[in-house]
């Protein structure tokens, strides 16, 4: 299959370094950045206008602000959008293919750790699924509404957990740990965890861990006086009406 990326900013950068060996162009206008993937990918074409969209496969990373003057010419065989906030019927609007896929990964993507929620034409779900799996793991959707539910989950919570592990650090240090140490620390807590919750319930796995009158049990209960769970419920429900908004 022939791909077009249309922008290798941040996000398509991540799509082109785990798309690099298939047959890819790349659609990049900013010198610099021009100069840059030039250097990382000696092999792959870079070109500042888009082609004729007939043969492609597309996968669009553009600013989803710019949308609107993007010129094209032809119809792709499918259109990849990785624009936030844009759905299915504004990119058909906009431009011409013959299956629509819409697909949200999020910034762990830049170490191919991505979870991707991904909805749109069935008939271009393997093809779209195998795809964006070079980049992390792909969640496919029935519905824009629970991609858009997802986004909390994929696209914010990321800098949510940010929050968590910032606020561990702190409490740590408080009580006199190196702080260099303690980002460490909780760094390789989340990756452990993560691991742990791909085959556990968390409600199993936190009663493993907490014993009768033990320190998790003490911490838990802080954790409950401060509303923590109702907080990142709530933040999910902010995060969903905030979608239907944009």
Not at 203 to 224: C, F, I, N, Q, Y
């Amino acid at each position: 299959m022939k791909l077009l990326l249309i922008g290798a900013g941040n996000m398509g950068g991540a799509m082109l370094s785990g798309l690099k060996e298939h047959d890819i162009t790349v659609v990049e206008k900013y010198k610099p950045r021009v100069k840059e993937l030039k250097e990382l990918y000696p092999n792959i074409n870079i070109v500042n206008e888009i082609p004729n969209l007939e043969k492609y496969i597309v996968i669009l990373a553009i600013k989803p602000q710019t949308l609107s003057s993007l010129q094209t010419v032809g119809t792709a065989k499918a259109l990849i959008s990785i624009l936030a906030g844009v759905n299915l019927q504004r990119l058909k609007k906009s431009i011409k293919a013959q299956s629509y896929i819409r697909a949200m990964p999020n910034i762990a993507a830049l170490k191919q750790k991505a979870v991707i929620s991904v909805c749109g034409d069935k008939e271009m779900k393997d093809t779209a699924l195998e795809l964006l799996s070079s980049i992390g793991k792909c969640f496919w959707l029935e519905s824009e509404k629970e991609l858009d539910i997802a986004t909390g989950i994929g696209g914010s919570a990321p800098a949510w957990m940010a929050l968590v592990a910032e606020a561990l650090s702190d409490g740590a240090v408080k009580l006199g740990l190196n702080r260099a140490v303690s980002y460490q620390y909780v760094a390789y807590l989340l990756e452990g965890v993560g691991e742990l919750l791909k085959e556990e319930h968390p409600a199993l796995l936190k009663d493993k861990v907490t014993s009768p009158g033990g320190t998790t049990a003490a911490g838990a209960a802080k954790l409950e006086e401060g509303k923590v769970r109702d907080a990142f419920i709530k933040a999910m429900e902010a995060c969903y009406n905030k979608t239907q908004e944009l």
